[in-house]
């Protein structure tokens, strides 16, 4: 930036140019007015608030702003004069009507201020039928000109109309929805650039519900988090799952405030209408799952201090408790006292009309992550060509499971472990039987239990005496278990495919159950194609002896079922170890498909825990060490260059080799630009999230056309 | 390997050939003979014994093993035949004398199986002089041809010597040393061949006190752990940290019996004499402090359920306490009941030779891991050039600073956080001074804090009540700051750079310490060299930062100080994380030199943690998922991979930087092989190593000299 002190300088090397400009209308010394001009763009460029909008939406690394100086034109001039803002089209629903405000006889400040109330421009032929015939026009050439719907400012000195700015306006999903289509209807854009103007992202508003800007801006704000899981939601506070199960079941709207969530709390979590975490990022467990559902969640909100025994919650210096009613916005993190109202989603034919266009335009294919019938059905619903992931560990949750889960994991003995899990062999069985009929004949790729079994395990001395007398065997065996379960650093221990490989009659009894429910549905006419997928491979041997064993299971199964037809089941891994990526030739030997696990890969590629990176993260986004979350937009710099190696290597070793992705990043439009370009053949991602993927990964091929790489 | 059921066929195949060869000899069915010889050898092959022989050995993907059939000769013919072994020197000394047994009328294996007593060769010239003469003589052929010792098998039968079999000898490090040196001495072999015959790994046991063979195979072993640290103590058995310093300063020889250990510990495993843990793998804390000080050390000895509370650990089902002796065996992993006799170490002129051979030959530069001034000198003496790594994490917990760390941590405010730090920082300066004082102008690689914060706070209730005792704040607020601290994966949290970005006063306590040591001694007219190295970087803008602040920091000291003379402080990063080896490029322009940290590194690239890898790294050696533990040996293909990516991208942006590593790979010989070959200049290791570290470096480069790499 130019020093302030350089400025006299400065305007004095401009002064004819100015004087010419300027000086005949101003008597006044215009050298010192332009210092005074140049001195407040400067500040304005540094002010608190335009810093903080320039890190909001991720501008980075200028050097200043440049400025025109230019001669003013007065609206404040009289009765005949006046000035108004107005967008060309209705940025809320995207009507094409004229849509604006002016003053008469004020300037654009006093507009914006609201000191006065300004009149709707649908009134301004009363006052200036010649004007506002003029700003029709000038609306309809704009829109023209720029191909978009128009933001723009404009004063009337003296009767005359001055258009004073003009820009892209600012609008919501519905309205980018409807004046995309609308536009190409009156053939002022092509169906490519339709796709083009409206923000991926923003979809997601369109199928969730919201709290109204107006009810935002009355509502009191108690508390930040990020925002984990977009949504809104109003319920009485619970601080425990059993809580939260048992009053909702009567009938009570309930948050779950929790310091941070665990598998053990899916239950809870699923009957809350929303749920609020204290620790956590964007990646945590309440996260990942909360989207995974569309559930409202705010993770991470490091001002509450949460205490479950007492029920209660400290932000600042006041408690809320369990009778306390709190909103919070998932779009924005916020937490908000009482009740605020919401708006439900509702989806447009316009909306259909742009997914239909954008399907065609697209190479990739999107498929989404689900893990439970009703999520499958909604994810097909909003146009996913099959699953990329199910996870299969959140089914050992419910009911009785979890206690044959434990009797497995408390086992001394091989034969004890195949006794506990031939019990919960027919609940998984079960679980898929109900996926693959939702899913009717699209792919469904099942990943193989991932998470340390000490998840599993309760790890306070109440919840470890329950089990001790529920499975019946001693307290001090269950505690003795829980000690040899212990980790350091779980995300870094004995899990996934280490799991298979330790304990193979785990993965024996996943597969017979894949196995079962396919052979069950096909009997029944529904065609179930299930993909089995092996988590955490970092050893090609790994994937070479697991993918032996899945072989001669399935063999087992359908020889023990009598079942002739042809089970063609691709058996793939998940790249989400640093050394899979590097290793990707040797392990595509035995990889009918890849998909980059990038949550984990992020983790191991940067050693950022997403469960603990809240306590330097802010900091190191606030200090430019990372422009985005590397968990929420892929880093091409690091991250990407490993999935490159992936790609590359992989391909190189088996020609065609199918690849997708089903990390977080799956469902994040720059991430999925970023898959495009590096020859993925999906993504897959939460079911709230497939519009958005159908539409970044349609933008994408678009753009990637432009730079001429079809 | 071929089916036995197939050998009939195999032997009716080869039966003209064998017919020839032995069925003279042998009346009966040769056919026969021959399928259950190769039915004895295939049963040798896959004889447990065998297969973990392989195993330990590191004898790897083998399909089978040869097999010659040949005619026999028989020692078992009367008082004129005879059998023996020997080696063609003695190889527990090296001395130049024909050292083996012999057996009159008997076969090989009676000689092995013990029997009866055999002879030695020194009296067997009374028995049969002209054969014992021929042997002498054949002896010099064999060592002659094979250009190394040899260990041999005859046959006397009626009077006529058949050689049976020859192989080079296994020898201790001693006779290894020894050996080569004579022969070189003799002109039998050059230098170069010399420094290829001693196993560089080996040298270790020069220098550490070891158990004799005799005295271990009369001991009993109740429990094997890990080989953490060589060497051999002896002790009663201390649980706690104040235990083990108490007991030692009352006179007591002790070692310390821990699940595991932590910072924390180091006070009572420095007074131990051993370290025995439970948990934990080759890399853990334990292994690596210990080894850092030439402590003996098991790890991981599954084993043991240590009750800190009732001083007791059980051990099958016998319980030991503190007045219990233990033996425990650093070499071997071997926990050994009562006291062994050990032997103790010293250095032949001979060994001195060898090292100055190694020297001239190697290109690597070996420097050594080392904390205190005692560990440097010690380091100096066996020949290290520097110090790769002082970790200034161990320092903070000895006496009092301990108190000024964690009132730092549990400072509210910057102001508490610089006024806890000011009283740290003469501390930190002394312990350069003196580290400086040892190394006499030789560079000193400092290492900035690495470890998360909650290392330096207790985690029992009574510990916290302690600490809010002597700083004098509530119970309630070291609960909280604990509570804040903690981490899901510590060893991917808040630690190493990251600490200095968010606390930048930490970074500038230390460089203050560095510099005012740095100044102090030069003024004594010691010449001190510090390098600071800034750890767990991963993005370029964090090295970049906290380069200008290291710069900023010596540049006020300097002023402070009034010191005029030159202060070239090179400052440098580890590349311990993935994405640092994959942007090493843009990293390198704020580096002055790079060390890699592969400990770390082959954490993140594999997703393991080396605190939890023992619940599967046994199972993974057993079934060949690993051929070798990577945190002893670097993994190529893997860890490799980027490690010399992070040199050529280095290297590219920044040509001839100068590039180390210092994790424990440092001292692994295979791995400095693979440091030589992929360029870096030094290598870093623990001071016991050093000399192993300087014989690798020279084979390294004598093996790319003969692959025409020089």
Same mark, same amino acid.
């Given at each position: 930036m130019y020093p302030v002190a350089g400025l006299k300088d400065l305007c004095r090397r401009y002064k004819r140019v100015y004087r010419r400009a300027v000086a005949a209308d101003f008597p006044q010394d215009p050298i010192k007015q332009l210092e005074l001009a140049i001195e407040a763009v400067f500040k304005s460029w540094s002010a608190p608030r335009a810093i903080s909008y320039r890190q909001i939406n991720g501008i980075h690394g200028l050097r200043g702003t440049a400025v025109n100086v230019q001669a003013m034109v007065f609206?404040?001039?009289?009765?005949d004069s006046g000035t108004g803002v107005a967008f060309?089209?209705?940025?809320?629903?995207?009507?094409n009507t004229f849509f604006g405000e002016f003053l008469i006889d004020a300037q654009g400040e006093d507009v914006v201020a609201g000191i006065r109330t300004p009149q709707p421009t649908s009134v301004m032929d009363k006052w200036n039928a010649e004007a506002f015939d003029e700003l029709l026009k000038i609306k309809k050439i704009l829109e023209r000109h720029y191909r978009d719907m128009q933001d723009i400012e404009f004063t009337i000195e003296r009767g005359r109309l001055w258009m004073l700015q003009t820009r892209t306006g600012k609008r919501t999903a519905a309205a980018a929805v409807k004046i995309a289509v609308d536009m190409v209807g009156s053939r002022m854009i092509t169906q490519d650039e339709a796709l083009l103007h409206i923000p991926a992202e923003d979809l997601v508003q369109l199928l969730l519900p919201s709290f109204a800007e107006e009810d935002l801006a009355k509502a009191t704000c108690v508390a930040r988090g990020l925002p984990a899981s977009p949504g809104a939601a109003t319920g009485r506070l619970a601080f425990t799952v059993e809580d939260a199960v048992r009053r909702t079941e009567a009938g009570e709207d309930v948050l779950l405030v929790r310091k941070e969530t665990s598998p053990e709390d899916v239950d809870g979590m699923h009957h809350a209408v929303g749920i609020l975490t204290s620790t956590g990022g964007m990646t945590s467990h309440a996260a990942v799952v909360a989207r995974g559902w569309g559930k409202c969640c705010v993770a991470g909100a490091g001002e509450l201090h949460i205490d479950a025994r007492r029920k209660s919650v400290l932000i600042g210096n006041k408690r809320y408790g369990e009778k306390d009613i709190l909103s919070i916005d998932g779009s924005t993190g916020q937490v908000l006292l009482g009740t605020v109202p919401r708006t439900e989603p509702s989806l447009s034919a316009d909306f259909s009309t742009i997914m239909g266009w954008a399907d065609k335009r697209r190479k990739l294919r999107v498929r989404t992550n689900a893990d439970a019938p009703v999520d499958a059905i909604r994810a097909r619903d909003l146009?996913?060509?099959?699953?990329g992931l199910t996870r299969t560990e959140h089914m050992f949750f419910e009911g009785d499971r979890i206690l044959a889960m434990r009797r497995m994991i408390l086992a001394d003995t091989r034969e004890e472990r195949e006794a506990a899990l031939d019990r919960l062999m027919p609940y998984q069985r079960d679980d898929f039987i109900g996926i693959f009929t939702a899913m009717k004949g699209l792919p469904v790729t099942i990943r193989l239990l991932d998470p340390p079994l000490h998840e599993f395990l309760p790890h306070d001395a109440g919840g470890q005496r329950e089990v001790a007398e529920s499975i019946g065997v001693s307290l001090a065996r269950v505690r003795r278990r829980v000690h040899q379960l212990h980790e350091f650093n779980p995300m870094l221990g004995h899990r996934g495919c280490r799991l298979a490989v330790t304990y193979p009659e785990i993965l024996e009894m996943q597969v017979t159950a894949i196995v079962e429910a396919m052979i069950r549905c096909r009997r029944k006419r529904i065609d179930a194609k299930p993909e089995i997928m092996i988590p955490l491979? #970092?050893?090609?041997s790994e994937l070479r002896t697991l993918r032996q064993r899945v072989e001669e299971t399935i063999d087992r199964v359908q020889e023990r079922e009598q079942f002739? #037809?042809?089970?063609?089941i691709p058996i793939g891994t998940m790249i989400e170890i640093p050394r899979a990526a590097i290793t990707a030739d040797e392990i595509a030997h035995f990889a009918d498909f890849f998909s980059f696990g990038t949550n984990d890969l992020t983790q191991l590629t940067y050693g950022f825990s997403r469960d603990d990176i809240n306590s330097f993260l802010p900091h190191y986004l606030r200090d430019g060490h990372l422009e985005r979350d590397p968990f929420q937009t892929i880093d091409r710099a690091g991250v990407g260059v490993l999935i490159e190696m992936g790609v590359r290597k992989g391909r190189s070793a088996r020609r065609g080799l199918k690849i997708g992705i089903c990390g977080e990043h799956g469902g994040d439009p720059d991430s999925i630009a970023f898959c495009a370009e590096v020859g993925l053949d999906y993504v897959s991602c939460s079911p709230f999230r497939v519009p958005t993927a159908r539409l970044a990964a349609a933008q994408a091929a678009i753009r990637s056309k432009g730079r001429g790489r079809t």
């Amino acid at each position: 930036m130019y020093p302030v002190a350089g400025l006299k300088d400065l305007c004095r090397r401009y002064k004819r140019v100015y004087r010419r400009a300027v000086a005949a209308d101003f008597p006044q010394d215009p050298i010192k007015q332009l210092e005074l001009a140049i001195e407040a763009v400067f500040k304005s460029w540094s002010a608190p608030r335009a810093i903080s909008y320039r890190q909001i939406n991720g501008i980075h690394g200028l050097r200043g702003t440049a400025v025109n100086v230019q001669a003013m034109v007065f609206g404040n001039m009289g009765d005949d004069s006046g000035t108004g803002v107005a967008f060309t089209r209705d940025p809320s629903t995207g009507e094409n009507t004229f849509f604006g405000e002016f003053l008469i006889d004020a300037q654009g400040e006093d507009v914006v201020a609201g000191i006065r109330t300004p009149q709707p421009t649908s009134v301004m032929d009363k006052w200036n039928a010649e004007a506002f015939d003029e700003l029709l026009k000038i609306k309809k050439i704009l829109e023209r000109h720029y191909r978009d719907m128009q933001d723009i400012e404009f004063t009337i000195e003296r009767g005359r109309l001055w258009m004073l700015q003009t820009r892209t306006g600012k609008r919501t999903a519905a309205a980018a929805v409807k004046i995309a289509v609308d536009m190409v209807g009156s053939r002022m854009i092509t169906q490519d650039e339709a796709l083009l103007h409206i923000p991926a992202e923003d979809l997601v508003q369109l199928l969730l519900p919201s709290f109204a800007e107006e009810d935002l801006a009355k509502a009191t704000c108690v508390a930040r988090g990020l925002p984990a899981s977009p949504g809104a939601a109003t319920g009485r506070l619970a601080f425990t799952v059993e809580d939260a199960v048992r009053r909702t079941e009567a009938g009570e709207d309930v948050l779950l405030v929790r310091k941070e969530t665990s598998p053990e709390d899916v239950d809870g979590m699923h009957h809350a209408v929303g749920i609020l975490t204290s620790t956590g990022g964007m990646t945590s467990h309440a996260a990942v799952v909360a989207r995974g559902w569309g559930k409202c969640c705010v993770a991470g909100a490091g001002e509450l201090h949460i205490d479950a025994r007492r029920k209660s919650v400290l932000i600042g210096n006041k408690r809320y408790g369990e009778k306390d009613i709190l909103s919070i916005d998932g779009s924005t993190g916020q937490v908000l006292l009482g009740t605020v109202p919401r708006t439900e989603p509702s989806l447009s034919a316009d909306f259909s009309t742009i997914m239909g266009w954008a399907d065609k335009r697209r190479k990739l294919r999107v498929r989404t992550n689900a893990d439970a019938p009703v999520d499958a059905i909604r994810a097909r619903d909003l146009g996913a060509e099959g699953i990329g992931l199910t996870r299969t560990e959140h089914m050992f949750f419910e009911g009785d499971r979890i206690l044959a889960m434990r009797r497995m994991i408390l086992a001394d003995t091989r034969e004890e472990r195949e006794a506990a899990l031939d019990r919960l062999m027919p609940y998984q069985r079960d679980d898929f039987i109900g996926i693959f009929t939702a899913m009717k004949g699209l792919p469904v790729t099942i990943r193989l239990l991932d998470p340390p079994l000490h998840e599993f395990l309760p790890h306070d001395a109440g919840g470890q005496r329950e089990v001790a007398e529920s499975i019946g065997v001693s307290l001090a065996r269950v505690r003795r278990r829980v000690h040899q379960l212990h980790e350091f650093n779980p995300m870094l221990g004995h899990r996934g495919c280490r799991l298979a490989v330790t304990y193979p009659e785990i993965l024996e009894m996943q597969v017979t159950a894949i196995v079962e429910a396919m052979i069950r549905c096909r009997r029944k006419r529904i065609d179930a194609k299930p993909e089995i997928m092996i988590p955490l491979v #970092g050893i090609e041997s790994e994937l070479r002896t697991l993918r032996q064993r899945v072989e001669e299971t399935i063999d087992r199964v359908q020889e023990r079922e009598q079942f002739s #037809g042809a089970l063609k089941i691709p058996i793939g891994t998940m790249i989400e170890i640093p050394r899979a990526a590097i290793t990707a030739d040797e392990i595509a030997h035995f990889a009918d498909f890849f998909s980059f696990g990038t949550n984990d890969l992020t983790q191991l590629t940067y050693g950022f825990s997403r469960d603990d990176i809240n306590s330097f993260l802010p900091h190191y986004l606030r200090d430019g060490h990372l422009e985005r979350d590397p968990f929420q937009t892929i880093d091409r710099a690091g991250v990407g260059v490993l999935i490159e190696m992936g790609v590359r290597k992989g391909r190189s070793a088996r020609r065609g080799l199918k690849i997708g992705i089903c990390g977080e990043h799956g469902g994040d439009p720059d991430s999925i630009a970023f898959c495009a370009e590096v020859g993925l053949d999906y993504v897959s991602c939460s079911p709230f999230r497939v519009p958005t993927a159908r539409l970044a990964a349609a933008q994408a091929a678009i753009r990637s056309k432009g730079r001429g790489r079809t």
